[in-house]
């Protein structure tokens, strides 16, 4: 079963728009991750919180986490065209060495 | 440093064959995890090694099998082919597991006629 579920499953948005995509999960967790996936290649690492952190940013992007909600949101500011790819959470089910992924979140970019 | 190598990228096979996928990590990392991605399920989790010891395995049957070399080099293999084997299968690689960053591969496209 998928720990986490991203929501919207499909986004699309004019280029220069922010996008926001939300993730959920079931079970307590050291960390949360985020991937992007162009079409049917690897998963490449966007950005890793931790469990403690509430916030985090990189570039373009911004994660928040809250455990309380067992939740988390990725926002991807000021979009192009390149952004438009599959967005994945991933949590790793503390103790059990391995990520859960959730369904993802397709994303597109309109010009 | 080198990527995450997948060898080979495109595998066609026939129901009932078998077939052994590769993956060579980024240098120095020492835990390989597996991943299969279809359309309906998604990515799941097949297995983790580190250090040749496979830590953890999902919900896959037996005829899913791996293995790590010293050199840290993964390989999985699938017995008795089946259509519903058809994915792209992943491996990421990273220094201690699955709580740290992982590093994907290109995949592996397998296609079970």
């Known amino acids: 079963s998928q720990q986490g579920e991203e929501d919207p499953q499909a986004l699309s948005i004019q280029e220069g728009e922010n996008a926001t995509m939300n993730c959920s999960y079931k079970?307590?967790?050291?960390?949360l991750q985020w991937y992007r996936q162009n079409s049917g290649r690897g998963l490449v690492h966007l950005i890793l919180?931790?469990?403690?952190?509430r916030e985090k940013h990189s570039g373009r992007l911004r994660v928040t986490l809250d455990t309380s909600k067992k939740s988390s949101s990725l926002l991807i500011t000021a979009s192009r065209a390149a952004d438009t790819a599959s967005y994945f959470c991933?949590?790793?089910?503390?103790?059990?060495?391995?990520?859960?992924f959730g369904q993802g979140t397709r994303l597109t970019i309109n010009p | 440093k080198a990527g995450v190598t997948q060898t080979p990228r495109y595998l066609i096979k026939t129901r009932g064959q078998q077939v052994t996928l590769s993956c060579s990590p980024i240098?120095?990392?020492?835990?390989v995890s597996w991943y299969q991605q279809t359309p309906g399920q998604g990515l799941q989790f097949l297995f983790e090694?580190?250090?040749?010891?496979?830590?953890n395995k999902g919900n896959f049957p037996g005829r899913f099998s791996g293995r790590q070399f010293s050199n840290s080099r993964s390989e999985m293999n699938v017995s008795t082919l089946e259509l519903g084997d058809s994915a792209l299968y992943l491996c990421?690689?990273?220094?201690?597991?699955?709580?740290?960053?992982?590093?994907f591969g290109p995949g592996t496209r397998l296609t079970v006629l």
């Open positions: 990421a690689s990273s220094s201690i597991g699955p709580y740290d960053t992982q590093y």
């Open positions: 079970t307590s967790i050291n960390n």
């Open positions: 919180i931790r469990s403690n952190e």
């Open positions: 991933a949590t790793d089910g503390q103790g059990a060495q391995k990520l859960v």
């Open positions: 240098s120095g990392h020492r835990s």
């Open positions: 090694y580190f250090s040749e010891t496979q830590r």
